[in-house]
């Protein structure tokens, strides 16, 4: 099991700084920042980009992997997007992963444009990943589709990490998880919907089973679950012991919290945090 925390975009960069740092001096296998242009769960808060925040923290850590926690179509292009990756790869010394969904929330329609059925959002999606993973491996790239065009797309110098950068696909359909299959190097999910813990894990084993339906059989393939759409799991470290072990006896390889916030959604205690890295973390490791 590997283990992942998301901090959210939200300080300015004196205050999140040391929160990078303290999360690889802790242990955490991989660190996330959510991309968008307002989440809809902190309307009001203070948000900065993706891409500069991504790059900082590629500056003060040195090993742990770095992640969009997901990038969509709804505000990025392939082409402007696979040179917001190029830097970021190169600037991370290939410790970049790019993690991919269809999008939705504020950022579907604060820029304006139709809105798109959730066919549409999957043939977006699919044409996005299709021409992205073109980009990250190919110079001089022509294309017209539905939603995307480039013209003589120009992508040197490509990738630190060959062939390109990994893939973590956000998926739940049919079609959403075949395209993880072909693109991605692993699956991230938030669960369904749900009214308590129990029935939420019961959506995560409900969706890790239709991906092992469309999955080649005897493929590895990282499964990420971010373990708070339900219940904040470093609520306490029990409460994280128990959600890992649950993530886990599902096939999961890597489970993603949240930095725990003063106040409001993913409120907690940084002490929490310390005592699950150096006390928990470590004997789960050992476990699964």
Not at 179 to 184: K, S, V
Not at 210 to 230: A, C, H, T
Request: net charge negative.
């Amino acid at each position: 099991m590997r283990f992942g925390i998301t901090i959210l975009p939200e300080y300015r960069w004196s205050e999140a700084a040391p929160k990078w740092r303290a999360a690889e001096e802790l242990g955490f296998d991989h660190v996330w920042t959510y991309d968008h242009l307002t989440w809809s769960g902190l309307q009001d808060s203070p948000w900065y980009g993706t891409t500069p925040t991504l790059t900082a923290a590629a500056l003060v850590t040195s090993t742990v992997k770095l992640g969009t926690f997901v990038t969509s179509p709804n505000f990025r292009h392939p082409l402007t997007l696979t040179r917001d990756i190029l830097a970021l790869d190169d600037i991370s010394n290939g410790r970049l992963l790019c993690g991919i969904g269809s999008g939705g929330g504020i950022d579907s329609t604060i820029l304006g444009g139709p809105d798109l059925s959730p066919r549409q959002k999957v043939d977006r999606l699919t044409e996005f990943t299709e021409l992205l993973d073109k980009l990250l491996t190919t110079d001089r790239v022509d294309h017209r589709g539905e939603y995307f065009e480039t013209r003589n797309g120009r992508t040197l110098p490509g990738c630190v990490q060959q062939p390109r950068v990994p893939f973590v696909m956000a998926a739940n359909g049919p079609r959403s998880l075949r395209l993880a299959t072909r693109y991605g190097a692993g699956w991230v999910t938030t669960g369904g919907k749900a009214d308590d813990l129990d029935s939420w894990f019961a959506t995560v084993a409900d969706l890790s089973h239709r991906l092992d339906d469309v999955l080649e059989e005897g493929r590895s393939f990282d499964r990420y679950l971010s373990l708070d759409s339900k219940q904040y799991a470093l609520s306490s470290a029990d409460a994280f012991e128990d959600v890992v072990g649950r993530a886990a006896a599902l096939g999961f390889t890597d489970v993603i919290t949240h930095w725990p916030r003063a106040e409001g959604v993913y409120a907690g205690s940084e002490a929490v945090l310390e005592k699950v890295a150096t006390e928990v973390i470590p004997r789960l490791r050992v476990a699964t």
